[in-house]
């Protein structure tokens, strides 16, 4: 299977002005509403990458991995019926409420949501950031990566592999604790530059996301990001630091729907004829504080 990209994904939330004021006042992209409900949000060329629904918790809902063509799409829908995968095609609604032609949507051993699509709808209408900010790095490379939980992690990586055609990109051990068993952390590429579009955790996570990732083309957009999240009061959940394995310098901070955003520059375009899947035993090579998170969810609890 020959997925090129993150197309977009799929949140909901209890609260749609929450989230249009963090998108438009912290994020700097541009919001309107979507077809059948709903908000877009709008970070580059394409009318949405951010589909967020209105619902009864605040959750991540699918991730939306694009396909070329017609006939790449044909092929995906095959291969899963040839492997005997479950999958059920999207009803018309759902293709207009996401601009696109066709959707097949699979589920992973681990219960997340994957919506394989062609033929994003396109008005070409530019991008205009309310904060100014000048270009999200998006394109080829799609709008970023997500990090997804997957308690049941070796099926779950087979899955990713062995039906959607993911490729390992490196592989961390968490440790929650000296003593602890490591949690496998797997990076992994689809058919594109970026470092890694998905990477899946060992352990559950209740808003269905550990985060998503979208980067700036230069550090000082970080930089204004970092000053509007304060300025909102939107919770921190790492501190600004740079990635080992990427290269992102990066801070993460807490969306309406309850995973994290991680806000970027500078992340790591590879040349996969050239690469080789290593193990990395630090997760940045400097900064990202994550406890700065654990603190104010201790404090929330209180």
Partial sequence: MDIQALGYFVAQTTDLKKWQDYAENVLGMMVSPAPQGGLYVKMDDRPFRFL??????????????????KADFDSAVNELQSKGVSWEKANQVQCQQRGVQDIAIVRDPSGNTHELFWGHCSDCQPFISPQGVGKF????????????????????????????????SDIFNFKPTPDADPLPIYFMHCNNPRHHSLAICAFPVESGCVHTMVEVENMTEVGRAYDRFEQHGVALSATLGQHLND????????????????????????????????????????????????????????
């Fill in 52 to 69: 967020i629904l209105e619902g009864e918790r605040d959750c991540y809902l699918a991730s939306g991995w694009e396909l070329a063509s």
């Fill in 137 to 168: 790095v998006t394109g080829e490379m799609g709008l970023g990566h997500t990090v997804l939980p997957a308690p049941l992690f070796d099926e779950t990586l087979a899955f990713l592999e062995d039906v959607l055609g993911f490729s390992t």
């Fill in 247 to 302: 290269k992102m310098i990066s801070f993460y901070m807490k969306t309406p729907s309850g995973f994290d955003m991680e806000y970027g520059y500078g992340g790591l375009q590879v040349d996969w004829q050239e690469h080789s899947v290593f193990e990395f035993t630090r997760v940045s090579l400097w900064g990202h504080d994550f406890s700065v998170g654990q603190v104010t969810a201790e404090q929330e609890a209180e």
